[in-house]
């Protein structure tokens, strides 16, 4: 398989993907100064046929503008053994999940999702496609997060809330209400101090 994004998440990425049986062929990556990341070489131009990937880059909207170009990829869901995942969960692919992260049962996860080291998401939880899930971040039971959105590290989200589309949760913010699309909130309780419809 082939890994897109020879960054530091490429690499947490590459170890899943070892631990998980895969072999890795190579890096892809635009950036031409990167030569080779870990033992893998990096690749500067998308292989012409047809290849099992994961896109290894953090940021949610650079992974949706690579979905949306039409490779002919065949994308790999990728779970560390050392995840605790109900078998009643659905992660839809090019998800991955990492060392430590426990989801609980009835979980829906979209495609190309990101639930780092030691996230947590309680039961019934529906994500999107391209969210990311912190390190340390947790969602109580039924929390519902929309597309492309990023909890940050360490954040809560008290079950039962609706967090929409394309929003940023600071780093340690506990959320108690819900988030309309597009808005960054901060804090405890969490207060929103970005958003495009609010005009803030
Ligand atoms: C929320 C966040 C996106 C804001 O970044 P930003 O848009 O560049 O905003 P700024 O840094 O200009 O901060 C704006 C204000 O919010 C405050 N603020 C920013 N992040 C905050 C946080 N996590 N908690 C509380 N306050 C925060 C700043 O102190 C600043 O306050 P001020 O206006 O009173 O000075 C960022 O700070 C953050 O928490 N990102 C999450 C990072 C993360 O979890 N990474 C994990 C990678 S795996």
Request: overall charge neutral; some cysteine.
């Amino acid at each position: 398989m082939y890994l897109y994004g020879a960054s530091g998440h490429g690499k947490v990425a590459a170890e899943i993907a070892e631990a998980s049986g895969y072999v890795i062929e190579a890096y892809i990556d635009e950036n031409p100064m990167k030569e080779k990341v870990l033992s893998y070489p990096v690749l500067h131009e998308i292989p012409p046929h047809d290849i099992e990937i994961l896109i290894s880059i953090g940021n949610n909207r650079i992974r949706k503008r690579i979905v949306n170009q039409d490779y002919p990829f065949n994308y790999v869901t990728l779970t560390h053994p050392r995840a605790i995942i109900s078998k009643r969960v659905k992660l839809g692919e090019g998800t991955i999940v990492m060392p430590g992260a426990t989801i609980n049962a009835s979980v829906r996860i979209g495609k190309h999702c990101i639930i780092n080291t030691n996230a947590s998401v309680d039961h019934d939880c529906i994500l999107d496609d391209f969210v990311h899930i912190s390190p340390n971040a947790a969602l109580g039971g039924n929390v519902q997060v929309g597309e492309g959105t990023h909890i940050g590290i360490g954040a809560s989200v008290i079950q039962g809330i609706t967090i929409g589309k394309w929003c940023t949760i600071g780093a340690g913010a506990i959320i108690i209400n819900d988030v309309p699309d597009e808005c960054t909130v901060v804090g405890n309780p969490g207060k929103v101090i970005k958003s495009k419809s609010l005009k803030i």
